[in-house]
């Protein structure tokens, strides 16, 4: 079945690089994500890639993707204490466009 | 404008009660999913609708229910309330047509049973 795992926690320096890994088991998978979320908030689309795409950059996020091996990361370059927050990678597949399927979710928390 | 608008945003209910929690979608979104989020895990796929026509259902007991509106607003129904009903409850829309597939989520619904 569709799975997508990733650790549960990752502490970083701040001004460090983070880099949060995720693996996920669905082989049609068309798009993955990262999202964002903030103690009691929603959900905040960070940015997601195509799956024919190996890397994208979007400022200080950076993510890369391994089809062959099904593992997704996602690098936030000079984190900052704002960055704290749960990350979650997500997938969808080609057959459902509003089923995403969502990790656990990692929690960054930033040292000084 | 307006993201994505859900009311009520905390409510508590007892076992075996029933609620109904309601959805915005963006101006312009026609499609609307609806997901559980208990604490400590990812959100789980519940429902999604589109054109007031369900699209998608997730692994979810019978005693969830939802509609879409002409308007395109959405409301997610649970019967007899359980405790594991606990969970924040989030209801996402996207415009039809997107290729990127981009979902954009509201605050949530945090709904306790008591």
């Known amino acids: 079945g569709e799975d997508v795992e990733q650790s549960l926690f990752l502490s970083v320096r701040e001004g460090d690089s983070s880099v949060i890994n995720c693996t996920y088991t669905d082989s049609s998978s068309t798009y993955l994500y990262w999202y964002k979320q903030e103690p009691g908030a929603g959900l905040q689309l960070l940015t997601y890639?195509?799956?024919?795409?190996d890397m994208k950059q979007d400022q200080r996020l950076t993510v890369l993707l391994n089809k062959k091996d099904k593992h997704l990361s996602l690098r936030i370059a000079d984190t900052q204490t704002g960055d704290s927050a749960i990350y979650f990678c997500a997938e969808t597949g080609y057959s459902s466009a509003s089923k995403i399927i969502f990790g656990s979710g990692t929690r960054l928390s930033i040292r000084p | 404008d307006a993201g994505v608008t859900q009311s009520p945003t905390h409510l508590i209910k007892t076992r075996g009660q029933q609620v109904t929690l309601r959805c915005s979608p963006i101006s312009g979104h026609k499609s609307v999913s609806w997901y559980q989020q208990v604490l400590g895990q990812g959100p789980q796929f519940i429902f999604q609708?589109?054109?007031?026509?369900?699209?998608g259902r997730g692994n979810f007991p019978d005693r969830f229910s939802a509609r879409q509106f002409p308007n395109y607003s959405s409301e997610l129904n649970v019967n007899a309330l359980l405790l594991g009903d606990s969970a924040l409850y989030l209801c996402?829309?996207?415009?039809?047509?997107?290729?990127?597939?981009?979902?954009?989520f509201g605050a949530g619904s945090r709904l306790t049973v008591l």
């Open positions: 890639i195509f799956s024919n795409m």
């Open positions: 609708y589109y054109e007031k026509e369900e699209r």
């Open positions: 996402a829309s996207r415009p039809q047509g997107s290729g990127a597939n981009v979902l954009t």
